[in-house]
């Protein structure tokens, strides 16, 4: 539930920020979430900073349509860590089958609250597997991880 709450809490400031609004109330939201679930590529829990990070696909991965993504930095309780000192960068990679290595355009990273970035104009600009590489910043530290993502045919 805790991540739940979490979610709904993302979506209801990505809607409000970005100004669409189609959602009318919490029950919608939470059914819009659990399709979301139901359909998407959720990620398991890794670990950055000595915290746990959630990420959530808002699309499917494909070369047809824009990625986007909510990357969570969570506590042990499931909280969003609230440490307003971080900070993430993220961008595309692909080593071919060929030897040759390439990237995308860059990501837009959206800092949405403290430990919750939304991710967005990831163009997957070829089918195959990506490296999405995300290094998370606080003060002191830094921690690198690269995150595999299969975009089919
Ligand atoms: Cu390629």
């Given amino acids: 539930?805790?991540?739940?709450?979490?979610?709904?809490?993302a979506l209801i400031l990505f809607m409000s920020a970005c100004g669409k609004a189609?959602?009318?109330?919490?029950?919608?939201?939470?059914?819009?979430?659990?399709?979301?679930?139901?359909?998407?590529?959720?990620?398991?829990?890794?670990?950055?900073?000595?915290?746990?990070?959630?990420?959530?696909?808002?699309?499917r991965p494909s070369t047809a349509i824009e990625g986007k993504m909510l990357l969570q930095v969570v506590d042990d309780q499931g909280n969003l860590y609230n440490d307003y000192d971080l900070e993430l960068d993220a961008f595309l990679w692909m080593k071919m089958s060929n030897g040759k290595e390439h990237g995308?355009?860059?990501?837009?990273?959206?800092?949405?609250?403290?430990?919750?970035?939304?991710?967005s104009e990831m163009f997957f600009i070829m089918n195959g597997k990506w490296e999405l590489h995300l290094t998370l910043k606080n003060a002191t530290n830094s921690s690198t991880l690269v995150h595999?993502?299969?975009v089919p045919d």
């Fill in 1 to 9: 539930m805790q991540k739940c709450s979490h979610l709904i809490y």
């Fill in 22 to 59: 189609p959602i009318n109330n919490l029950a919608d939201v939470s059914r819009k979430i659990d399709r979301l679930e139901d359909e998407l590529n959720t990620l398991p829990l890794k670990n950055m900073l000595g915290h746990q990070i959630f990420i959530q696909f808002y699309t």
């Fill in 104 to 119: 995308s355009s860059p990501l837009t990273i959206k800092k949405t609250a403290p430990g919750l970035f939304y991710l």
């Fill in 148 to 150: 595999y993502i299969e």
